[in-house]
């Protein structure tokens, strides 16, 4: 949800940005109580420390009611920046990649269709590390 970004945040155009902007599951988001920093990469952050930072971000969002709902969101606003829903920037360009423009999901619930086995993926590496 990440609300503390969001008037930094470059923004979508306009026909990009899901009629269900309100986003009213926000409201139940884990990261609502996290530090807002976990989510988005300083800039010229990466290698172990990205990935680290990276994983903190998605152990928050593994616990989060909302998780498909975010990701949903995410996907369907092609979200540039960012941990939503357990997913990586890297990890959503890899949908954004494969899901034809023309087929690109726009309504409430087809991001998360459409993208469930990666979303499903997203925070696999927790189960392994905790196992
Ligand atoms: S899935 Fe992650 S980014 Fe999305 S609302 Fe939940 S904790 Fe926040």
Same mark, same amino acid.
């Given at each position: 949800?990440?609300?503390?970004?969001?008037?930094?945040?470059?923004?979508?155009?306009?026909?990009?940005?899901?009629?269900?902007?309100?986003?009213?599951?926000?409201?139940?988001?884990?990261?609502?109580?996290?530090?807002?920093?976990?989510?988005?990469?300083?800039?010229? $952050? @990466?290698?172990?420390?990205?990935?680290?930072? &990276? +994983? #903190?971000?998605?152990?928050?969002?593994?616990?989060?009611?909302? !998780?498909?709902?975010?990701?949903?969101?995410?996907?369907?606003?092609?979200?540039?920046?960012?941990?939503?829903?357990?997913?990586?920037?890297? $990890? @959503?360009?890899?949908?954004?990649?494969?899901? &034809? +423009? #023309?087929?690109?999901?726009?309504?409430?619930?087809?991001?998360? !269709?459409?993208?469930?086995?990666?979303?499903?993926?997203?925070?696999?590496?927790?189960?392994?590390?905790?196992?």
């Amino acid at each position: 949800m990440h609300r503390f970004y969001r008037g930094d945040m470059p923004q979508q155009p306009l026909a990009q940005v899901p009629v269900d902007a309100q986003w009213d599951w926000q409201e139940k988001g884990a990261c609502r109580s996290a530090d807002p920093t976990l989510f988005f990469h300083p800039q010229n $952050e @990466r290698g172990s420390a990205r990935r680290s930072r &990276d +994983l #903190a971000a998605k152990a928050v969002c593994a616990s989060c009611p909302v !998780r498909i709902e975010c990701a949903d969101y995410a996907v369907r606003a092609r979200e540039p920046y960012g941990v939503w829903g357990g997913l990586t920037e890297e $990890e @959503r360009e890899a949908i954004y990649a494969r899901i &034809d +423009l #023309a087929e690109y999901p726009r309504r409430r619930g087809e991001g998360a !269709r459409m993208a469930a086995p990666e979303i499903d993926a997203a925070i696999r590496p927790l189960a392994s590390v905790s196992a």
